[in-house]
């Protein structure tokens, strides 16, 4: 069975600082990944995925991510955080084929301090 | 492009009540899966529908249910509710499924009293 790990629930880093949260996943086969951000009360917004190829990949509001399948992780960065990425962060895999059914990590939320 | 649309945006039901919930996808997507968030569980898979049809469901009772119509909008339906309902109810869709990326509406916040 598919499953993903965000080892930490909360992280507090300062404006300007650089971020990584991590996320494992447990997969049999290649997996497509992906990272959503949800702000308070909203929805979840899609910041980057990976499904092949390079496994580097870059997403918007400066994000990237580092497909590792040796390590089964996919962790996201960022080089410098701004107060306005203040917000819960969501790991998910996804099905090869077939139905749209996305597993997600249970989410990091992320602080920013002035 | 319009986006993911869900309404209504809140609701409050009674306990034994049914509720509807409603999810238009965006133009040209034909997957429409739905998601229970809750701060004790997290994000969980409700089911999916592509082309009126459900491809695949989680693991919840069959009060949940759900539909799809032929203009790929989506509806969810919750019978006899519990407590335990209380929840953000996220739709996401999709061009053909999971091979394709999945966009989500804003929720309904669904609570049970």
């Known amino acids: 069975a598919q499953s993903v790990t965000q080892p930490d629930i909360h992280i507090t880093v300062s404006e300007g600082a650089s971020l990584e949260l991590r996320c494992n996943y447990s997969y049999g086969a290649t997996p497509y990944l992906f990272w959503y951000v949800q702000s308070p009360g909203q929805g979840l917004q899609l910041l980057l995925k990976?499904?092949?190829?390079?496994?580097l990949v870059q997403g918007i509001k400066g994000f990237e991510a580092e497909f590792k399948r040796s390590q089964s992780s996919f962790n996201l960065r960022k080089p410098s955080v701004h107060w306005s990425d203040a917000a819960e962060y969501f790991c998910?895999?996804?099905?090869?084929?077939?139905?749209?059914?996305?597993?997600f990590g249970q989410g990091t939320r992320l602080t920013i301090n002035p | 492009k319009a986006g993911v649309t869900q309404t209504p945006r809140y609701l409050i039901k009674t306990r034994g009540q049914q509720v509807t919930l409603s999810c238009s996808p965006i133009s040209g997507h034909r997957s429409v899966s739905w998601y229970q968030q809750t701060p004790g569980q997290g994000l969980q898979f409700l089911f999916e529908?592509?082309?009126?049809?459900?491809?695949n469901k989680g693991n919840f009772p069959g009060r949940f249910s759900g539909r799809q119509f032929s203009n790929s909008r989506s509806e969810m339906n919750v019978s006899t509710l519990e407590l335990g309902d209380s929840a953000l109810y996220l739709c996401?869709?999709?061009?053909?499924?999971?091979?394709?990326?999945?966009?989500f509406g804003q929720g309904t916040r669904l609570t049970v009293v």
């Open positions: 998910a895999v996804g099905s090869i084929q077939g139905a749209q059914k996305l597993v």
């Open positions: 990976y499904f092949s190829g390079d496994t």
């Open positions: 996401a869709s999709s061009r053909r499924g999971g091979d394709t990326e999945a966009f």
């Open positions: 529908y592509f082309s009126e049809t459900q491809r």
